[in-house]
């Protein structure tokens, strides 16, 4: 199958730095997603990584490795704002055109 | 402004009644898409359109139709057949690299 898998839940304290990571099959593998989603509100888009490597975005960070199947999404300095549930989403070549979601992360921040 | 929405936020329904939710875009995205979320879960896929006038089912299919009859348009009824609607929907449009952009949500609930 195309299974994603994230942890379901981390904890992290205010000011610190987190990494959450997303793991798939490779096969059909055409890009991956990052999307924040604050509890009861829509998810919003973060971002795209096609290539191997880091992607940086102020305090967000995505990193690809294609190979390995694998993606984090590092959020540094962390706010309590921060606290809502992080999506991984694939693009498989298999899939029409479409992308698959994974449970999602869901990241607690405390003071 | 371009955007995505939905209608209505909150939507109660009897036992055995269809219901139609809402969802519209002015962001001139040939693909749209219909998600389920039931609460600390994924993303589940509905249907999806990658063209007026043509729709795909998606992994949870039964018990949902949809239609496009407009590229701004893409309603969702849930019918009678669906055994178990009560959930949070999100209707979504993409880009040609299928970054998604979501609506507010409508939360369903059956009485």
């Known amino acids: 199958g195309q299974n994603i898998d994230q942890p379901t839940e981390m904890t992290a304290t205010e000011g610190a730095i987190v990494q959450i990571n997303c793991t798939y099959q490779?096969?059909?593998?055409?890009?991956l997603f990052w999307y924040q989603q604050h509890a009861g509100e829509a998810p919003t888009f973060l971002s795209y990584?096609?290539?191997?490597g880091l992607e940086e975005k102020g305090r967000f960070s995505s990193f690809l490795s294609r190979s390995k199947g694998y993606s984090y999404l590092l959020l540094k300095e962390l706010q309590m704002k921060d606290s809502a549930s992080y999506l991984c989403?694939?693009?498989?070549?298999?899939?029409?055109?479409?992308?698959?979601f994974g449970d999602g992360t869901t990241l607690t921040v405390k003071p | 402004d371009g955007g995505i929405t939905q209608s209505p936020k909150y939507l109660f329904r009897k036992e055995g009644q269809n219901v139609t939710l809402s969802c519209e875009q002015n962001?001139?995205?040939?693909?749209m898409y219909w998600y389920r979320q039931d609460p600390g879960q994924g993303l589940r896929l509905i249907y999806y359109?990658?063209?007026?006038?043509?729709?795909q089912k998606g992994d949870i299919a039964e018990g949902y139709s949809v239609s496009r009859e407009k590229k701004e348009s893409f309603p969702l009824t849930v019918t009678s057949a669906q055994k178990n609607p009560t959930a949070f929907y999100l209707c979504?449009?993409?880009?040609?690299?299928?970054?998604?952009?979501f609506g507010p949500g409508t939360r369903l609930t059956v009485l």
């Open positions: 962001l001139n995205h040939d693909a």
């Open positions: 979504a449009s993409s880009t040609e690299s299928d970054t998604q952009y």
């Open positions: 490779t096969s059909g593998f055409n890009g």
């Open positions: 989403a694939v693009l498989f070549n298999t899939n029409a055109g479409k992308s698959t």
């Open positions: 359109s990658q063209i007026v006038n043509d729709f």
């Open positions: 990584n096609v290539l191997d």
